[in-house]
């Protein structure tokens, strides 16, 4: 029971003073494992965070193998940088995106990482293999029938129902086929007795949906997921922790979305990461 476990995290602590674990303390708990898989919503800075926090703490224990970020291109790293590097250098090392990815978000972690030694990783599938796999109907045959399916309701979901149905099976292609480079980058990444922390958004993280799915069963991962303003209810399919952080200011992030999908564009292939709870995937 995976979600009363969530919601009772801190209630068990030992004696009627002393502090509950820490967000950070809940994470190091499910060590040892080889990936760490930290799923986001995009606009919640706690989030941003206990990603932060998760990569000192591994820092700190010299336990840190890489950072994988959904939000640089696989092939874009920061191996050669020094721990000095400036953020400006780091940017330009993994053709940072910051219309897409306010880098003021994700600064604080990737700095995190880099100033400690360790590489930085783009693991996000470059946009010209993304109009290649939106054509590739072997794609469809990764998930199972059940899971395929709900794959196409969380992108109806995801996109507030904007999207044409007609697409809905090109995106979920591309869906996989981004989760399967965020999963080889982080495979290769691996070092024995080391964490390869794995930053995407949530959608790409659920254990029978995404990232997970692309690794033998005996390959060692867990599943973070961190919810905003909602219940952290999940099952045992979705992630080995879920973190309730508070809600954020309202927003109608469907609105946002069609505002977006209403500009004219050439690039079918790349979907936009849209600004909140709308587009976990």
């Known amino acids: 029971m995976l979600a009363l476990a969530i919601s009772m995290a801190g209630c068990g602590f030992a004696g009627p003073h002393a502090a509950p674990p820490s967000r950070a303390d809940q994470v190091m708990a499910l060590l040892p494992t080889d990936v760490l898989l930290i799923g986001e919503q995009h606009d919640a800075p706690d989030h941003q965070r206990l990603q932060r926090q998760a990569v000192q703490a591994l820092a700190e224990r010299h336990q840190l193998a890489a950072l994988v970020m959904e939000m640089a291109d696989a092939g874009r790293s920061t191996d050669g940088l020094p721990r000095q590097a400036s953020p400006g250098q780091v940017q330009q090392a993994l053709a940072w995106q910051d219309n897409a990815w306010p880098w003021e978000r994700y600064a604080p972690v990737v700095m995190a990482a880099v100033q400690a030694g360790v590489p930085v990783l783009?693991?996000?599938?470059?946009?010209?293999?993304?109009?290649?796999?939106?054509?590739?109907?072997?794609?469809?045959?990764?998930?199972?029938?059940?899971?395929?399916?709900?794959?196409?309701?969380?992108?109806?979901?995801?996109?507030?129902?904007?999207?044409?149905?007609?697409?809905?099976?090109?995106?979920?292609?591309?869906?996989?086929?981004?989760?399967?480079?965020?999963?080889?980058?982080?495979?290769?990444?691996?070092?024995?007795?080391?964490?390869?922390?794995?930053?995407?958004?949530?959608?790409?993280?659920?254990?029978?949906?995404?990232?997970?799915?692309?690794?033998?069963?005996?390959?060692?991962?867990?599943?973070?997921?961190?919810?905003?303003?909602?219940?952290?209810?999940?099952?045992?399919?979705?992630?080995?922790?879920?973190?309730?952080?508070?809600?954020?200011?309202?927003?109608?992030?469907?609105?946002?979305?069609?505002?977006?999908?209403?500009?004219?564009?050439?690039?079918?292939?790349?979907?936009r990461p849209a600004p909140g709870p709308a587009a976990a995937p």
């Not at 790409?204 to 952290?232: C, D, E, M, N, Y």
């Not at 809600?247 to 977006?260: F, G, I, T, V, Y």
């Open 122 to 271: 783009g693991g996000n599938l470059p946009r010209p293999a993304m109009r290649d796999a939106m054509r590739d109907s072997r794609w469809d045959a990764h998930l199972p029938g059940d899971a395929l399916r709900r794959q196409y309701q969380a992108l109806r979901d995801g996109h507030c129902g904007l999207l044409p149905e007609s697409q809905i099976p090109g995106m979920a292609r591309i869906q996989i086929a981004r989760d399967a480079s965020m999963a080889r980058v982080a495979a290769a990444a691996q070092q024995p007795g080391r964490v390869v922390v794995l930053v995407a958004g949530s959608g790409h993280v659920v254990r029978s949906l995404g990232i997970p799915t692309h690794w033998p069963k005996a390959f060692r991962s867990k599943v973070v997921v961190a919810q905003a303003g909602q219940p952290p209810t999940a099952g045992q399919d979705m992630a080995d922790l879920v973190i309730a952080t508070p809600a954020l200011p309202p927003e109608d992030h469907c609105a946002a979305l069609q505002r977006s999908t209403a500009q004219p564009s050439d690039d079918v292939a790349a979907p």
